[in-house]
């Protein structure tokens, strides 16, 4: 059995999180990775940050439709949405941009179990932790690679 320690990758690109919005953007252009973990002074995977979450920052406020009954106005799709992207707009580090609700895998799972994770929850990547320290990613990239072993 494949397991997520044989094809992750160990040399993680990785950034706190008071990396600036504008220096997250540099990384992400030289290190061509779509994701980026962030850690804190021990190594441990905090928040997660992605590419999509940058070029979010550039679009317009999406103002949601209201239904107006009597005196109350109610939000379709819910106030944290709207809070949600506005807090993306106005990020200024990488913690305020990032995911912190995060998904993580250990170097010994399966990697049928990494695949069926980024398939049901739409991920791209996801940290290797043991613990909650960082010791690598897997992306989709890399199970399709391990598809060739």
Request: proline residues 4%; hydrophobic residues 45%.
């Amino acid at each position: 059995m494949l397991t997520v320690a044989d094809i992750m990758t160990r040399t993680v690109v990785s950034i706190k999180g008071t990396t600036t919005v504008r220096e997250l953007a540099g990384i992400f252009e030289k290190s061509g990775f779509g994701s980026l973990p962030i850690v804190d002074d021990a190594g441990n995977v905090t928040g997660i940050v992605t590419a999509s979450d940058l070029i979010e920052q550039d679009r317009p406020l999406h103002i949601p439709t209201v239904i107006s009954l009597f005196d109350w106005v109610i939000p379709l799709g819910g106030e944290g949405t709207l809070q949600r992207e506005l807090d993306k707009i106005t990020a200024q580090t990488a913690f305020e941009l990032a995911s912190r609700d995060l998904v993580t895998i250990t170097p010994a799972d399966a990697v049928s179990s990494a695949a069926e994770i980024m398939s049901s929850k739409k991920l791209h990547a996801l940290p290797v932790v043991e613990g909650k320290k960082l010791v690598g990613m897997v992306s989709r990239i890399d199970i399709i690679r391990s598809m060739n072993r």
